[in-house]
């Protein structure tokens, strides 16, 4: 599919045109002869249907995941020979930068998996087919998605987006490291700081923590978004006035950066962060359901290789606790993911959609069954025991995974905030806001008091360029 935008992407941070389409090609001739002749005509030559492109571009950028996405868009031509399905693999954090870089060459996606964070964003910029997804729905069935998803998904009465899978955060920790030091279950601030102090006092493991810290990615804004909501920390109140300079959030700056120093020097990220968890080097991290695969199988490095488990049994020794209560609140975290269509996607691309969440859902659920909730109750009880990773898990401690779309919040997901506030969030993250001021409030650069007043002179700004904007 090729479109392009009449203005440049994401000139005032997303907030874009709507996109038009180029002409479609002339009809192909006909094959009737215009001479004049008393020879009966030769009939027409066959010829194939025209090709449609759909271009599908995904947030699952594992290459076993990759492959698993082309294995099935293969199945799907085969039985389709008049569509292309291209599978595109992307970094979600940049995936402004990448649609940017698409719509210079006329080559923006059709359908697109990524986190509900970023798509009242583009919907506020004209970018999304919410009639495209409304159809999707009713030809899965609106009654089989489960509860609450298609809800997390609408804005005012309108499905922006086709709910997908998800996953919920939690605080995983070396259960019997914290029985043998007699520490409390990591479910509070106040939990966290005792076993921050006492195991990096002990000195084994070597940390106590791998703290998210750095600026470029999104894992840093992911776990610190669950602190902060623990601290009762939003960036709107109820009468819509920008909350970011509270004193409810310099004291979650406080808090998270503090845990620094029971944490590896330097900047760690979600693969040091898993990685040292594996090697034995941490007793707690906060990570997606997605580590409890790797927990048993060890995680890709970036050579393609595996992590080899230094600690005999880790899933059985490990703990999680999905809620963290703050001073001023309680909090869980959890993405959403969706299947969203671009405006002017090619219609074949809510087949491709409809194919995905249904003939190729269990595939793809496979790729990490634990990271990949259904959003189906078709798929669910297939979904509990389609891969050996389940039998290493308790009953208790998959049902919790499971429901896990009950529990989950997240800022974006508030249902009374409106779609400008709603795209301001996801604007908030696209330009990583938040782990540039905790990389520097580590670092020595900014204080707490600082970075909040930052933060809201930043953020005051990006909500009324959208409140601007037609």
């Not at 389409?21 to 008393?38: F, I, L, V």
């Not at 955060?169 to 043998?180: C, K, V």
């Not at 409390?184 to 006092?201: F, G, H, K, M, Y």
């Not at 002017?344 to 190729?360: C, I, N, W």
Request: charged share 15%; proline share 8%; glycine share 6%.
């Amino acid at each position: 599919m090729n479109r392009w935008l009449v203005l440049p992407l994401f000139t005032a941070l997303l907030w874009l045109a709507a996109c038009g389409r180029p002409s479609e090609p002339p009809p192909p001739p006909t094959a009737e002869s215009a001479q004049p002749t008393a020879v009966t005509p030769l009939p027409p030559p066959t010829s194939a249907p025209p090709t449609v492109n759909v271009d599908f571009w995904t947030s699952d950028n594992e290459p076993s995941r990759v492959a698993v996405y082309r294995a099935l868009a293969e199945r799907y031509m085969a039985a389709h020979p008049g569509v292309q399905v291209t599978i595109v693999p992307f970094v979600e954090s940049s995936v402004l930068a990448q649609l940017e870089e698409a719509q210079a060459v006329g080559q923006l996606p059709d359908l697109i998996r990524l986190s509900m964070e970023w798509v009242p964003a583009l919907d506020s910029s004209g970018l999304l087919d919410s009639a495209a997804a409304q159809a999707v729905v009713e030809a899965v069935g609106a009654n089989d998605f489960r509860s609450g998803v298609l809800a997390m998904a609408t804005d005012r009465g309108r499905l922006l987006a086709v709910p997908y899978d998800g996953w919920i955060q939690a605080l995983w920790y070396r259960r019997d490291l914290f029985e043998a030091s007699g520490l409390n279950r990591p479910v509070s601030w106040a939990d966290l700081n005792q076993a921050c102090d006492t195991i990096e006092a002990s000195g084994t493991p070597a940390f106590a923590l791998v703290l998210p810290t750095l600026s470029n990615q999104s894992y840093t804004h992911q776990v610190f978004e669950q602190v902060a909501m623990s601290n009762n920390v939003w960036p709107f109140d109820a009468a819509g006035t920008v909350t970011m300079d509270t004193p409810e959030m310099v004291e979650a700056l406080r808090f998270f950066s503090a845990l620094q120093r029971c944490s590896p020097p330097g900047t760690q990220d979600l693969y040091s962060a898993r990685e040292r968890y594996e090697l034995g080097e941490t007793a707690m991290l906060f990570y997606s359901t997605y580590i409890m695969d790797d927990l048993v199988e060890g995680s890709e490095n970036a050579d393609g290789g595996k992590v080899t488990i230094a600690v005999a049994e880790l899933p059985a020794k490990t703990g999680f606790t999905a809620s963290l209560t703050g001073p001023n609140g309680t909090a869980s975290y959890g993405r959403l993911e969706t299947l969203s269509f671009l405006a002017g996607a090619e219609p074949a691309a809510q087949d491709v959609a409809r194919f995905f969440l249904q003939e190729g859902y269990l595939d793809i659920l496979a790729t990490a069954p634990l990271g990949k909730v259904p959003v189906l109750e078709s798929a669910l009880e297939a979904w509990s025991t389609s891969s050996p990773i389940f039998a290493v898990y308790s009953p208790a401690t998959l049902g919790h995974i499971a429901n896990g779309f009950a529990t989950m919040k997240s800022w974006v997901l508030r249902p009374d905030y409106s779609l400008a506030q709603k795209a301001t969030i996801g604007v908030i993250e696209a330009r990583l806001l938040l782990p540039q001021v905790i990389e520097q409030i580590v670092a020595g650069e900014l204080t707490p008091e600082r970075a909040a007043r930052q933060l809201q002179a930043e953020v005051e700004a990006l909500y009324q360029l959208r409140l601007k904007q037609p």
